[in-house]
C-alpha cells in the first residue's frame, strides 16, 4: 500500500467511523425510509426497455454515473448474489446474507447500449480488489456484473477480457447470473441528489475518485473504450 493509497483508507475509516456513529447507514430520516422502495416509475416502452445490473462497492456512487447516460430510465439501489430473500439493509451490511450492494439500471436499448453501459461500469471501480471496494470492505461491497441473459453474460465476459488485457494484475471481478435483485429502503435511493454535502463528504474521504484516476487516468468515471483507444 502506497502512502498516498494508506491515507485515503485511514481517512476513509474515520469518515465510515463517524458516519456509523450517527446511524447515517443503519436507519433512515423517519419511519417511512426504512419501508422497501416501490419499483421505479419508467419512461421508456417495455418494447426497448431492458435492465442490467452492476455491483461496484457502495451503490449511493454507483446511481449518478448512470442516471447522467442519455437513454437511462432510472437507477435503483439494492442486493443481489445472497440467499435471503428480500433482506434489510441492517442484514445485508451485517456481511451475513452474501449479497451485495448492486444499481439496477433500466434503458432504452434503442439509445445506449449494454455495451456502453459496462463501459461504465469499469471505469467507476476498482476491478482488482474483490474484497470490498475503497473504503467500503467486506463480502457485502465486492464488484460483480450480474448478467439478466445468456447475451450479457457473452458481453460481460469479453468486456472483462479486454480489460485484463490491459493491466499485469488479475481482475478480481466476477461475471454472474442474476437469480434475484431487492432493492434498498427508500432512503438510499437517489441519496446523492437528497443529501448532496453528506454524499460529497463521503465520497471524497473514502478515496473513490482518487483511486480511480489512479488506476483509469483520465479515462476514469467515463465510457471510454476499454482498450486505451480514443
Known amino acids: 500500500m502506497t502512502p498516498s493509497t494508506q491515507s485515503y483508507w485511514?481517512?476513509?475509516?474515520?469518515?465510515?467511523?463517524?458516519?456509523?456513529?450517527?446511524?447515517?447507514?443503519?436507519?433512515?430520516?423517519?419511519?417511512?425510509?426504512?419501508?422497501?422502495?416501490?419499483?421505479?416509475?419508467?419512461?421508456?416502452?417495455?418494447a426497448v426497455a431492458d435492465t442490467a445490473t452492476f455491483a461496484g462497492g457502495c451503490f449511493w456512487c454507483m446511481e449518478p454515473p448512470y442516471d447522467k447516460i442519455d437513454g437511462v430510465a432510472s437507477t435503483t439501489s439494492g442486493f443481489a448474489g445472497g440467499e435471503e430473500v428480500d433482506p434489510s439493509y441492517r442484514e445485508v451490511a451485517s456481511g451475513a446474507t452474501r449479497h451485495t450492494e448492486v444499481v439496477?439500471?433500466?434503458?432504452?436499448?434503442?439509445?445506449?447500449?449494454?455495451?456502453?453501459?459496462?463501459r461504465v461500469y469499469w471505469h467507476n471501480v476498482d476491478p482488482f480488489d474483490g474484497t470490498g471496494q475503497f473504503c467500503d470492505r467486506g463480502s457485502q461491497y465486492?464488484?460483480?456484473?450480474?448478467?439478466?441473459?445468456?447475451?450479457?453474460?457473452?458481453?460481460?465476459?469479453?468486456?472483462?477480457?479486454?480489460?485484463?488485457?490491459?493491466?499485469?494484475?488479475?481482475?478480481?471481478?466476477?461475471?454472474?447470473?442474476?437469480?434475484?435483485?431487492?432493492?434498498?429502503?427508500?432512503?438510499?435511493?437517489?441519496?446523492?441528489?437528497?443529501?448532496?454535502?453528506?454524499?460529497?463528504?463521503?465520497?471524497?474521504?473514502?478515496?473513490?475518485?482518487?483511486?480511480?484516476?489512479?488506476?483509469?487516468?483520465e479515462a476514469?468515471?467515463?465510457?471510454?473504450?476499454l482498450d486505451g483507444t480514443t
Open 142 to 217: 465486492r464488484p460483480a456484473i450480474f448478467a439478466h441473459d445468456a447475451q450479457q453474460q457473452r458481453s460481460a465476459e469479453r468486456s472483462k477480457d479486454t480489460v485484463a488485457a490491459q493491466f499485469d494484475r488479475d481482475i478480481a471481478v466476477q461475471v454472474q447470473s442474476l437469480d434475484a435483485f431487492y432493492a434498498a429502503e427508500q432512503y438510499h435511493q437517489n441519496y446523492y441528489q437528497k443529501n448532496p454535502a453528506d454524499y460529497k463528504r463521503y465520497r471524497q474521504g473514502c478515496g473513490r475518485d482518487a483511486r480511480l484516476r489512479e488506476i483509469w487516468g
Open 10 to 46: 485511514l481517512l476513509g475509516a474515520a469518515l465510515l467511523a463517524a458516519v456509523l456513529a450517527g446511524g447515517m447507514f443503519f436507519q433512515g430520516p423517519s419511519s417511512d425510509g426504512n419501508a422497501p422502495s416501490p419499483a421505479p416509475t419508467d419512461s421508456v416502452p417495455a
Open 104 to 118: 439496477q439500471v433500466v434503458y432504452d436499448s434503442t439509445t445506449v447500449s449494454y455495451e456502453r453501459l459496462l
Open 220 to 225: 476514469a468515471l467515463s465510457d471510454a473504450p
